[in-house]
């Protein structure tokens, strides 16, 4: 399997513009996470879902903010409007449920740079 | 609120120096508990992981960590560090609502 995929690597875009970060699980996990990482916050989960459907969103910080999982191998992180203080690398994981434990496995990440 | 702490922001170390990088985490229930390491420019990677069994962890590179219930921690150690070892180290804990709380991270600079 080729693990966690996700694009673009690189977005560099200016204040105002809509972001979609794009990620595709590896293929048979049931569990798709969105995290952001910065300098100042360190790892924050955005949201989860599960077989497709959210589950946890807390972590989405505003309206601004919106993911979607239309099948069981694509997702979407989107951000409309894009703010400068939303520059930070987004890594997306999947899992699989199983008894006993699992692990996450991540993608290479996504830096967003918001000028 | 759950939350997992790292107790070292930034260690400096020699090569064959030995490591150890401190983790508590506060969760009363049963959890499955991870190191991740972040080389530099790269993706987090799993180092090790503890589901069950045997409280001391082998991992990947000559990681190991030690899972002590009652202190409520998962410390990572190596014996002998190497220059390769840079790299930013994430205790991660996972709880039974499947929701994976990171620590901070504690960068790890080796000097040759």
């Known amino acids: 399997d080729a693990g966690v995929i996700q694009s673009p690597r690189h977005e560099v875009t200016e204040m105002g513009q809509e972001v979609t970060l794009r990620c595709k699980p590896i293929?048979?996990?049931?569990?798709l996470f969105w995290y952001r990482q910065t300098m100042m916050r360190g790892l924050e989960l955005l949201i989860y879902?599960?077989?497709?459907?959210?589950?946890?969103d807390s972590g989405m910080p505003e309206d601004r903010f919106s993911a979607k999982m239309p099948n069981a191998s694509f997702s979407t992180l989107k951000i409309q409007p894009s703010e400068p203080r939303d520059s930070a690398v987004y890594f997306c994981?999947?899992?699989?449920?199983?008894?006993?434990?699992?692990?996450?496995?991540f993608g290479p990440g996504t830096r967003l740079t918001v000028l | 609120a759950q939350s997992v702490s790292q107790h070292n922001h930034h260690v400096i170390l020699s090569e064959a120096a030995s490591l150890e990088l401190g983790c508590n985490y506060s969760?009363?229930?049963?959890?499955?508990l991870f190191w991740y390491v972040q080389y530099p420019g790269q993706h987090l990677q799993l180092l090790l992981k503890y589901f069950s069994g045997d409280p001391l962890v082998k991992g990947i590179k000559g990681f190991e960590a030690e899972f002590i219930k009652s202190k409520f921690s998962f410390n990572l150690r190596k014996p002998s560090v190497q220059w390769s070892d840079t790299a930013e180290y994430f205790c991660?804990?996972?709880?039974?609502?499947?929701?994976?709380?990171f620590g901070t991270g504690t960068r790890l600079t080796v000097i040759p």
């Open positions: 991660a804990v996972l709880t039974g609502a499947n929701n994976l709380f």
């Open positions: 293929s048979g996990h049931d569990y």
């Open positions: 879902f599960n077989n497709n459907v959210p589950i946890d």
């Open positions: 994981a999947s899992s699989l449920r199983r008894t006993g434990g699992n692990e996450q496995f």
């Open positions: 969760y009363g229930g049963t959890v499955n």
